[in-house]
C-alpha cells in the first residue's frame, strides 16, 4: 500500500516536472510554411 | 561547336545503348570510349556512322537562333509563369535540339533537371541527372553551377535539405570562377536561405535571405522581396524577435498586394497565424488561420497544413465543433491532392483529432502509436512529434495509465531537445 502510495506521488512528480517543461516548450512549436524554391507559380483557384 | 564526343555519349546513355552496341562493326569499343572521353578525335566518316545509328544529325546552321530561344526559356524557369507556355517551349526546344549539334546542347539538358522540377515530375528529374552523371566530367564551370543548383533543388523538393546544402555550397564555390548576372546569385542566395530556414540553421537562414535580398530591393522585383521577407519572419519568429517577425511579414504582404499576389499575402498570413499561435495568442492565430483557408484562390498545397493549424488551434481552446468542421475540410482536401505522400502528416493528424474528438480511444492510440508518431520519427518531423506524442502522454494520464503517459512524455522531451539543437 505504501509502496503504492510512494509509486504514485512520484509518478505525479515526474509528470508535472515533464508538464511544466512541456509549457515552456510551446513556443518553438510552430509549423512554418516557406515559400517555394521554384516559379512563383499563379495561385489556382479552388471553391 | 559542342564537343562532338560528349554529344555521342549522351545520346547514347539517353538511348539506353551500351558502349558494344553502337560501336559494334563502326569502331573498337575502347576506341568510341576515347571519342566520347574527348581523348581520340575520330574521322568525319566514322562520326557520320555513329551519328547514323543514334538516329542523330549534325547541323551547324541553327546554333544562334537556338541559343536565344534557350535563354528565354530558361528565364521562364525562374519567374511566375504558365507552366502549359513552359511546356509548350519545352517541347519546341527539344525538337529542334533533337537534329542539331549545338553548343548550347548541354546546358538546355541541364536546365531540363529545373524544367522537370517545376512540372512536378520529380521521377523524370532523377532519371535526368542520373544520364547526366555520365557526361558531367566534361562541363565547363557554367555548367557545373547550373548542375549543382538543380540537383540541389531536386534534394531541396525531395526534402533531403542536408544534401541540397552540400550542392548549394558547391554551386556558391563556382559562382566565384565564373561571371553571372547579380540576380542569379540572388537566386541562389533565396534558395540557400530556404534550405537553412527548412533545417532550423535560423542564422544563417537570416544571413542569405539578407543577401539575397540586397539585390531584390536594387532592381525591384517585389515578389522575390516579398519571399525574402517571408524566409526572414519565420527566422526571426524562431529567436522570438517577434517585432521584427511581424515587421517583416506585413512587408511582405505589402509587396505583394503591390504585385498582387494573393499567394504571397496568404502565405504570409499563415506565418503570422504559427507565430501568434506560438505565442499562445489563438485568437489572432484563428484570425490568420482563417483568412487563409476561406480564401478560394489560395492553391491546396498551402490549404491542407493551414486547414490543419485551425483544426488543432480550435482543439486547443476547447473549440470542438469548429475544430471538427474545419477537420472535416482538411481531410477533403487531402482527397483534392490525391493522397499525396507529401501530406500524410496532416492526414495523420488531421484523423488523430477525429478520433480525440470522437473519443474513440481505440483507435486514436491506435493511429498515433502504430502510425503516425512512427512515421514522424522515420521522417525526422521533430515539431509534429513533440506536440502529438505530448497529446498522447496527456490522453494517457487522464486514463491514470501514468506508466504510459510518462513514456510519450518522455519522448516529447527528447525530441524537443533534438529540435533545440539543429
Given at each position: 500500500m505504501k509502496k503504492l502510495f510512494v509509486g504514485t506521488v512520484l509518478g505525479v512528480m515526474l509528470m508535472g516536472g515533464f508538464m511544466s517543461v512541456q509549457d515552456s516548450n510551446q513556443e518553438d512549436l510552430a509549423y512554418e510554411l516557406e515559400p517555394s524554391i521554384l516559379s512563383v507559380q499563379k495561385p489556382v483557384s479552388f471553391m | 561547336m559542342m564537343e562532338v564526343g560528349s554529344y555521342i555519349k549522351l545520346q547514347r546513355v539517353q538511348q539506353?545503348?551500351?558502349q558494344d552496341e553502337l560501336a559494334s562493326g563502326i569502331v573498337s569499343m575502347s576506341y568510341l570510349s576515347k571519342i566520347e572521353n574527348q581523348r581520340a578525335e575520330a574521322s568525319p566518316e566514322v562520326?557520320?556512322?555513329l551519328c547514323t545509328r543514334l538516329g542523330i544529325e549534325i547541323d551547324n546552321e541553327k546554333d544562334i537562333d537556338i541559343k536565344d530561344k534557350c535563354e528565354e526559356w530558361y528565364g521562364m524557369l525562374f519567374e511566375?509563369?504558365?507552366?502549359?507556355?513552359?511546356?509548350?517551349?519545352?517541347?519546341?526546344?527539344?525538337?529542334?535540339?533533337?537534329?542539331?549539334?549545338?553548343?548550347?546542347?548541354?546546358?538546355?539538358?541541364?536546365?531540363k533537371v529545373r524544367y522537370f522540377l517545376v512540372i512536378g515530375e520529380h521521377e523524370s528529374a532523377l532519371e535526368q541527372i542520373n544520364s547526366l552523371n555520365e557526361v558531367s566530367n566534361t562541363f565547363d564551370?557554367?555548367?557545373?553551377?547550373?548542375?549543382?543548383?538543380?540537383?540541389?533543388?531536386?534534394?531541396s523538393l525531395t526534402g533531403d535539405n542536408n544534401q541540397a546544402l552540400k550542392l548549394y555550397e558547391l554551386a556558391e564555390e563556382k559562382l566565384k570562377q565564373i561571371d553571372l548576372k547579380n540576380d542569379e546569385a540572388a537566386d541562389l542566395y533565396y534558395t540557400i536561405a530556404v534550405a537553412h530556414s527548412k533545417i532550423r540553421n535560423t542564422l544563417e537562414s537570416i544571413d542569405y535571405a539578407e543577401r539575397a535580398i540586397e539585390v531584390f530591393q536594387i532592381e525591384y522585383n517585389f515578389i522575390r522581396c516579398a519571399q525574402c521577407h517571408i524566409v526572414l519572419g519565420i527566422s526571426y519568429r524562431r529567436i522570438k524577435?517577434?517585432?521584427?517577425?511581424?515587421?517583416?511579414y506585413n512587408l511582405a504582404k505589402h509587396l505583394g498586394g503591390l504585385e498582387r499576389s494573393n499567394q504571397i499575402?496568404?502565405?504570409?498570413?499563415?506565418?503570422?497565424?504559427?507565430?501568434?499561435?506560438?505565442?499562445?495568442?489563438?485568437?489572432?492565430?484563428?484570425?490568420?488561420?482563417?483568412?487563409?483557408?476561406?480564401?478560394?484562390?489560395?492553391?491546396?498545397?498551402?490549404?491542407?497544413?493551414?486547414a490543419t493549424s485551425l483544426t488543432r488551434e480550435y482543439f486547443k481552446i476547447g473549440e470542438y465543433d469548429r475544430s471538427k468542421i474545419m477537420l472535416d475540410k482538411g481531410l477533403k482536401l487531402f482527397k483534392r491532392l490525391n493522397y499525396d505522400e507529401a501530406f500524410k502528416a496532416h492526414y495523420y493528424a488531421l484523423t488523430a483529432y477525429k478520433y480525440a474528438m470522437e473519443k474513440d480511444e481505440a483507435k486514436f492510440e491506435s493511429i498515433l502509436i502504430n502510425e503516425f508518431l512512427p512515421y514522424l520519427t522515420k521522417h525526422k518531423e521533430y515539431v509534429?512529434?513533440?506536440?502529438?506524442?505530448?497529446?498522447?502522454?496527456?490522453?494517457?494520464?487522464?486514463?491514470?495509465?501514468?506508466?504510459?503517459?510518462?513514456?510519450?512524455?518522455?519522448?516529447?522531451n527528447l525530441t524537443y531537445g533534438k529540435l533545440i539543437i539543429l
Open positions: - | 539506353g545503348m551500351t562520326i557520320s556512322l511566375v509563369n504558365d507552366k502549359e507556355e513552359i511546356k509548350k517551349r519545352y517541347e519546341e526546344l527539344n525538337k529542334l535540339m533533337e537534329t542539331v549539334n549545338s553548343n548550347n546542347y548541354l546546358m538546355f539538358e541541364i536546365y564551370n557554367l555548367h557545373l553551377y547550373y548542375w549543382y543548383k538543380f540537383k540541389g533543388n531536386y534534394n524577435m517577434y517585432d521584427k517577425a511581424i515587421k517583416n499575402i496568404q502565405l504570409a498570413n499563415v506565418n503570422l497565424g504559427y507565430l501568434y499561435s506560438s505565442k499562445g495568442d489563438s485568437h489572432s492565430a484563428v484570425h490568420y488561420y482563417g483568412e487563409v483557408v476561406e480564401d478560394s484562390e489560395v492553391d491546396l498545397q498551402t490549404k491542407l497544413p493551414t509534429y512529434l513533440v506536440d502529438f506524442a505530448n497529446m498522447l502522454g496527456e490522453h494517457f494520464e487522464k486514463q491514470a495509465k501514468y506508466k504510459e503517459a510518462l513514456k510519450y512524455y518522455k519522448l516529447a
